[in-house]
C-alpha cells in the first residue's frame, strides 16, 4: 500500500524538482523564450492548482484507488508526450495534461491510506509516505541534472513511465478500493471550470504582457480571467457540495495562514524559476550543478521540518510562521547579489542556506495553524484549500515576477536580464516580509477548533506534505 502510494505520488514530486533544472536545455531545443519557457512551467501548476479540489472529492464518490489509477495512466500518458514533444507548443499542452493527472492522484495517496489503515497505525503509514516522498523530492535535481547533462531533457519526463507502470500494477493487486459513503454525488465541475479558466486567463494576459506588452486582446482576456474568478464564489453559492465551503474563510487565522502560504509559496516558486534559469544562462553552470547547487534547500527541509513542528507545537506556529518568511526573505535578498563570476561557496550557497532554513522553518508550522483554524468537519477542505492556494501563488508569481521586474522580452546575454532577475529577487523578498506580518497579525492556535456535530465529508486532498514539491 504505501509502496503503491509512495510511487504514485512520487513521480509528481519528482517532476517538481526536476524540470526547473531542465528549462534551459528545453529553451536551446525548441527554441525558446522566456514566456514559454514561463508557460512549461505555469501550465502545470495551473491545471494542478485549479483542479486538486475536485480531483479529491471525484476520490471519494467514485472511487479512490480508481481515480488514483487513472490519474497515474493520464499522468504517464502526458509525460510520454512531453518527452517526445516536437515543439514548445506541444510540450506545453502536455505539461497541462500532466497536471490533470496529478490532481487526480497526489489527494487520493493520502485518502488511500487514511481509508487503508486503521486510526492506530495511519500516523506512522503517513510518516512513511512522507519521508519516501521525501526522498524522491530529495534525488530530483541530481537525477534530473544528470539525465539532462548525460543524455538529454527528455528524459525528464520519460522516467516517469517504468515508475508509473510499477505504481499501477502494486495499486490494482493490493490497494482495496474506498469510498466515501455520505459524499454528495455532484463533483463541483461548474467551479473546478470557471476556477480554472479565470487563472488561466489572467496569467495569459500577464505573461503575453510581459512579452509583447499591453495590447487590447490581452487587456480583455485579463479582464474577462478576473470576472470568471469574481464569479466563482456565486458559482459555489449555488452547489451542494462547493470545492470551496466558503464560511471556514470567516476564521482570521485560516484566511491569514492562507495569505501567508500566497505570499510565501508565491515568493519560492518565482525566485526558484528565476534561479534555476540564472545559475545555467548568467552563471554558467551545468544543468547537474544547478540542481546540486539548489539540493541544500530540500535536505534541509527534510532534516528540520520534523523539529519545527515539535517547535511550532511547544510555542504555538505563530513565531515560527513569523521568523521563517523573514528568513527566507534574507535568503532571497543574498542571491539577488550574484553576478558573473561569484563562487558557490561564497556567494550561492550562504542565500541557499539561509532560504532553506526559513523554508523547514515555516512550513509544518503552517499546516498546524491551518488545521487548527477549521472544524473537524472541515480539516479535508482545509488542507486542500492550503494546498491549491500554494500551487496557486507559485503560478502567479511566474507569470507575474519576470513582468513585475521588467525582464519582459528581455534574453540572458542582454544587459539589463541579470539586473531584472536582481529586482525579482527583491520583490520576492518583499512579499514574504508582507506574509510574515500578516502571520504575527493573525496566526495563534495550533490545535483544532471544537468539532461539531455534522458528518464529515472529506473534500480535497488532506496532505501537508505536498508542499514539499516547491523544493
Known amino acids: 500500500m504505501i509502496a503503491a502510494t509512495v510511487l504514485g505520488s512520487g513521480i509528481a514530486f519528482l517532476d517538481g524538482t526536476v524540470v526547473n533544472v531542465a528549462l534551459p536545455a528545453i529553451g536551446r531545443d525548441l527554441d525558446a523564450g522566456l514566456s514559454s519557457l514561463q508557460w512549461t512551467v505555469d501550465a502545470y501548476l495551473l491545471t494542478l492548482g485549479s483542479l486538486l479540489l475536485l480531483g479529491g472529492s471525484l476520490g471519494d464518490v467514485y472511487g479512490r484507488r480508481r481515480l488514483f489509477v487513472t490519474g497515474l495512466v493520464a499522468f504517464t500518458a502526458a509525460s510520454a508526450l512531453c518527452g517526445v514533444a516536437p515543439s514548445i507548443e506541444t510540450l506545453i499542452v502536455a505539461r497541462a495534461l500532466q497536471g490533470i493527472g496529478g490532481a487526480l492522484l497526489v489527494p487520493g495517496s493520502l485518502a488511500l491510506l487514511s481509508a487503508t489503515f486503521a486510526s492506530e497505525d495511519r500516523a506512522s503509514a503517513v510518516g512513511a509516505w512522507s519521508g519516501l516522498a521525501g526522498v524522491s523530492t530529495a534525488i530530483g535535481p541530481f537525477l534530473g541534472g544528470w539525465l539532462v547533462d548525460a543524455v538529454s531533457w527528455r528524459l525528464v519526463f520519460l522516467i516517469n513511465l517504468p515508475l508509473a507502470a510499477a505504481a499501477v500494477a502494486v495499486t490494482v493487486r493490493h490497494v482495496p478500493e474506498s469510498r466515501d459513503p455520505e459524499a454528495i454525488p455532484e463533483p463541483d465541475v461548474p467551479g473546478a471550470l470557471t476556477v480554472t479558466a479565470g487563472l488561466g486567463a489572467v496569467v495569459f494576459s500577464l505573461i503575453q504582457w510581459s512579452e509583447s506588452g499591453g495590447s487590447t486582446a490581452v487587456v480583455l482576456i485579463g479582464l474577462a480571467g478576473a470576472g470568471a474568478l469574481a464569479a466563482f464564489p456565486l458559482v459555489e453559492r449555488g452547489r451542494r457540495q462547493p470545492l470551496v465551503p466558503f464560511e471556514i474563510f470567516r476564521s482570521r487565522q485560516f484566511s491569514g495562514a492562507n495569505a501567508t502560504t500566497l505570499t510565501v509559496y508565491a515568493a519560492f516558486g518565482g525566485a526558484l524559476f528565476l534561479l534555476s534559469l540564472e545559475l545555467q544562462q548568467v552563471l554558467g553552470y551545468s544543468a547537474l550543478a544547478t540542481g546540486t547547487a539548489l539540493l541544500p534547500i530540500t535536505l534541509l527541509m527534510l532534516v528540520l521540518s520534523a523539529r519545527a513542528a515539535r517547535l511550532g507545537q511547544r510555542v504555538g506556529?505563530?513565531?515560527?510562521?513569523?521568523?521563517?518568511?523573514?528568513?527566507?526573505?534574507?535568503?532571497?535578498?543574498?542571491?539577488?547579489?550574484?553576478?558573473?563570476?561569484?563562487?558557490?561557496?561564497?556567494?550561492?550557497?550562504?542565500?541557499?542556506?539561509?532560504?532553506?532554513?526559513?523554508?523547514?522553518?515555516?512550513?509544518?508550522?503552517?499546516?498546524?495553524?491551518?488545521?487548527?483554524?477549521?472544524?473537524?468537519?472541515?480539516?479535508?477542505?482545509?488542507?486542500?484549500?492550503?494546498?491549491?492556494?500554494a500551487r496557486v501563488g507559485q503560478l502567479l508569481s511566474v507569470a507575474v515576477l519576470p513582468l513585475a521586474a521588467g525582464m519582459g522580452g528581455?534574453?540572458?546575454?542582454?544587459?539589463?536580464?541579470?539586473?531584472?532577475?536582481?529586482?525579482?529577487?527583491?520583490?520576492?523578498?518583499?512579499?514574504?516580509?508582507?506574509?510574515?506580518?500578516v502571520a504575527w497579525a493573525t496566526v495563534r492556535r495550533a490545535a483544532p477548533v471544537a468539532a461539531v456535530t455534522q458528518p464529515s465529508v472529506s473534500h480535497a486532498c488532506n496532505d501537508p506534505c505536498v508542499r514539499q514539491t516547491a523544493a
Open 410 to 437: 528581455l534574453a540572458p546575454t542582454d544587459p539589463g536580464y541579470r539586473d531584472g532577475v536582481s529586482r525579482a529577487l527583491l520583490l520576492s523578498a518583499g512579499l514574504c516580509l508582507v506574509g510574515a506580518a
Open 317 to 389: 506556529p505563530r513565531i515560527p510562521m513569523t521568523a521563517g518568511p523573514i528568513l527566507i526573505a534574507a535568503g532571497l535578498a543574498l542571491l539577488s547579489r550574484l553576478r558573473p563570476g561569484d563562487t558557490y561557496v561564497a556567494a550561492v550557497l550562504p542565500g541557499i542556506l539561509v532560504l532553506g532554513l526559513g523554508l523547514a522553518l515555516t512550513v509544518a508550522p503552517l499546516t498546524a495553524a491551518v488545521m487548527g483554524a477549521v472544524e473537524e468537519r472541515h480539516v479535508g477542505a482545509g488542507s486542500g484549500i492550503n494546498n491549491a492556494v
